[in-house]
């Protein structure tokens, strides 16, 4: 099984947990072992798209820790906890509410390339240890400013009067934490705030749309339909144009050669052998370079 299950994960699971719960129901249906990995973490806290990478496709799970996410968040005005969530201690009150319009003319200060510190409370690491690891001991946690950019950052109009909450939908690059972006929204507005709903809509190329639950998941496993649930390899790589490339071609890529003499527009390539991912391959100066090699060809084909 060499492919994409897109998970709608739910609230309060973590994402190792949610690769552990797709092995057990590929055990469950039958299926050869195989590898499993995530497209990028979602905290235990949050909902929503989780790429889950089988087979090869766990080769490109990496990419998608590259790709842009959007979220659709909900901002709590009036507390701020250590975490920045409802998980955490409260830390700062405060009785200011803002007004839909005073929050709508904020957030152009929080579109485009910004700054951030990331929360206390997250897997950054930090000295060789997880940044909550250190937190939940007491320690006092320096987090580094980082440069992300928010593509768009857009809320539904609501009420008049002040606001106890506001959800906003918020594009943004990687590495980008939406409950920093909470925090420091609130503080703008003159108040203190945190992440009481934080659900993913897409990763990447992936969407809600193409996603199953876990309880759909465990259904499938029993009718031993999951493989209908998955989305090809190559679906993780619906920016990369594809190249095609012959039987002998395709042969010397797997071996990991590179091919001289051959045009290509530069740029990263997903060389095809008929409809078979062969490998992400880079062009440049007529040669063409293995990226990351897939082993989807039969003995047969590779011959």
Known sequence: ?????????????????????????????????????????????????????LGEATKLAGRMLDASKIYEFTIGFGVQ????????????????????????????????????????????????????????????????????????LVTLPTGEGPLDSITLTAHVSKGTYIRSLARDIALALGTVGHVTMLRRTKAGPFTLATAISLDNLTDAARERSIAQHMLPLTAGLDDIPAFAVTADQAAALQQGRTLIG????????????????????????????VVRGFNLMSKEEDR
Not at 15 to 35: I, N, W
Request: net charge negative; charged share 25%.
């Open 1 to 53: 099984m060499h492919g994409w299950l897109i998970l709608d994960k739910p609230r309060g699971l973590g994402s190792t947990q949610a690769v552990s719960a797709v092995k057990r129901a590929l055990r469950q249906a039958g299926e050869p072992k195989t590898k499993v990995g995530h497209g990028g973490t979602l905290d235990p806290l949050a909902e929503g798209v989780l790429p889950i990478a």
């Open 262 to 289: 051959t045009a290509a527009t530069p740029g990263l390539h997903l060389a095809i052998l008929g409809d078979i991912p062969v490998a992400l391959v880079e062009a440049d100066d007529r040669e063409i370079r």
């Open 81 to 152: 906890t250590d975490t920045l969530d409802m998980e955490g201690v409260v830390v700062a009150e405060s009785e200011v509410r803002p007004t839909f319009a005073e929050v709508e003319a904020v957030l152009p200060q929080f579109t485009g390339p910004i700054e951030q510190i990331p929360p206390a409370y997250s897997a950054i690491l930090i000295d060789g240890k997880r940044a909550y690891d250190l937190a939940r001991a007491g320690e006092a946690v320096e987090m580094k400013t980082r440069s992300v950019t928010i593509h768009s």
